[in-house]
C-alpha cells in the first residue's frame, strides 16, 4: 500500500518541490496550507508538473481541532512541517508573531502526531542554528549559537521539541534538516520562488533585477575577510534539496534509523561569494546584472557552508545540479512569471 506523506505549508518554494519529488518517489501526499505567505501558483505548477490535483486542505496549524482532525481523516506515514513564517528582518520587528505561529503550528502538530498513535516526522530547520561559526565547512556536531533573531529562534526551539518528544514518546521519529541556501527552480519552470513584496533573499533579488523588477542589487558588504570581500555562503539547489525530504522520509518509513531523532546538513559542500554569485549568474543567462556594493546587512554571518558526509553517506543523498544549472533555472521561472503576467 502507498504511504502517505503529509506536506505542511505544500503551496510554497521548498514544500512544492518536495511535493513533487515524494509523488515521483511513489508517495501519496496531502497538503495542507494556510496560503498566508503564497497563492495557489504552487500548487497549480505541482498539478500541472505530475499531471493530476492532489489533497489540499486549506488550514492554520495554529488551530489544534484542524490539525486533529487532519489526522482523523487521514492515515498518515509521515509529516513534513514547512508551514512557518521565516523573515528574519520581521521576526525581530514582531517577534510575538514568530514565537507564537511557528512554535504553536509545530507544538499541534506534534500534540495531534502523537495522540493518534504516533508519527515520523520531518522538521524544516535551517543552517541558521550554527549563527556565525568559529569555522567552515560545519558538520551536525558544531555547536549551535545563541540566535541572533527570533526566527532563529523559533527554529532552534523547534529542534528541541521535536528531540524532547521522540525521547519521551516512542511513537514519535524525527529528523531535523539543516537546509543551507536553497535557490533555483523546477526545470519546468512550473514552480519556484514566489516573494511577496521586496525578496529578502539573493537569488530572487538577482531574477527580479535582470526582469526589470527592480533597478539595482545591492551587495551587502564588499570588506568582510573573504577572498573577493563578499560573504561565503553554501546554495543549494531546491530540487536536490526536494529530494533529500525524499530520502529522510524513506530513511523513517522504512525504518532505517539509526537513532530516534536524527540530524543533518543539507548543502553542497562548496561555499560561493555573492560576487561569485552574481557573475555566475550573468555568465551562464548571458545578462549583464545591474549591481553596486553597498553597506553590510546587519545580522549577515561573514562565513558558512556545509560539511555534508553525514547526508552523503546515510541518507544516500547528494547535491548534483550545478551551480550553472541552477542559476538558469532561477532566470527561466523568473521569465515564466513574467510571461504570465505574475
Ligand atoms: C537568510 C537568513 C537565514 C534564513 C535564510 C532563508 C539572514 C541573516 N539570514 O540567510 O536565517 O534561514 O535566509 O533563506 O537574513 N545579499 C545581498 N543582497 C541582497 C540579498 C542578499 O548582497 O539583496 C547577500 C547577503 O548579504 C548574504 C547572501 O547574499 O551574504 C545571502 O543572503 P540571503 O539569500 O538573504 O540568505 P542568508 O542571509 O544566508
Not at 521539541?161 to 512550473?190: E, M, T, W
Not at 536536490?240 to 537513532?259: N, P
Amino acid at each position: 500500500m502507498k504511504k502517505t506523506v503529509l506536506v505542511s505549508g505544500g503551496a510554497g518554494f521548498i514544500g512544492s518541490h518536495v511535493t513533487v519529488e515524494l509523488i515521483s518517489a511513489g508517495y501519496d501526499v496531502v497538503i495542507a496550507d494556510n496560503m498566508s505567505n503564497c497563492d495557489m501558483t504552487g500548487y497549480e505548477g505541482v498539478s500541472k508538473i505530475i499531471g493530476r490535483e492532489l489533497p489540499f486542505i486549506r488550514m492554520d496549524f495554529c488551530d489544534s481541532q484542524a490539525v486533529d482532525k487532519l489526522f482523523s481523516d487521514y492515515r498518515i506515514d509521515a509529516v513534513i512541517h514547512f508551514a512557518a513564517f521565516k523573515a528574519v528582518g520581521e521576526s525581530v520587528a514582531e517577534p510575538l508573531k514568530y514565537y507564537k505561529n511557528n512554535l504553536m503550528s509545530f507544538l499541534n502538530l506534534l500534540d495531534a502526531a502523537h495522540s493518534h498513535g504516533g508519527c515520523n516526522v520531518l522538521f524544516s530547520s535551517s543552517a541558521t542554528v550554527y549563527g556565525e561559526p568559529d569555522q567552515s565547512p560545519v558538520t551536525e556536531q558544531t555547536p549551535r549559537q545563541p540566535s541572533t533573531s527570533p526566527y532563529g529562534n523559533t527554529k532552534q526551539m523547534c529542534e528541541d521539541f521535536l528531540r524532547d518528544c521522540v525521547k519521551a514518546y516512542p511513537d514519535i521519529k524525527g529528523i531535523a534538516l539543516r537546509y543551507f541556501n536553497p535557490i533555483g527552480a523546477h526545470p519546468s519552470a512550473l514552480i519556484g520562488e514566489l516573494p511577496r513584496g521586496v525578496p529578502n533573499n539573493l537569488v530572487p533579488f538577482i531574477t527580479q533585477t535582470a526582469i526589470g523588477k527592480r533597478e539595482c542589487l545591492s551587495i551587502f558588504g564588499n570588506d568582510y575577510p573573504t577572498p573577493d570581500g563578499t560573504c561565503l555562503r553554501d546554495y543549494i539547489d531546491i530540487v536536490d534539496l526536494a529530494k533529500a525530504h525524499v530520502c529522510a522520509v524513506s530513511r523513517m518509513i522504512d525504518g532505517k534509523m539509526k537513532e530516534n531523532y536524527e540530524i543533518f546538513n543539507i548543502g553542497t559542500g562548496r561555499p560561493l561569494s555573492v560576487y561569485e554569485l552574481v557573475t555566475a549568474f550573468e555568465k551562464v543567462n548571458g545578462l549583464k546584472l545591474n549591481y553596486k556594493y553597498a553597506d553590510r546587512r546587519p545580522g549577515d554571518v561573514v562565513a558558512i557552508w556545509a560539511d555534508p558526509t553525514l547526508a552523503n553517506e546515510e541518507l544516500g543523498w547528494k547535491a548534483e545540479r550545478s551551480i550553472e544549472e541552477t542559476l538558469a533555472s532561477a532566470w527561466a521561472w523568473e521569465k515564466h512569471l513574467a510571461e504570465t503576467g505574475k
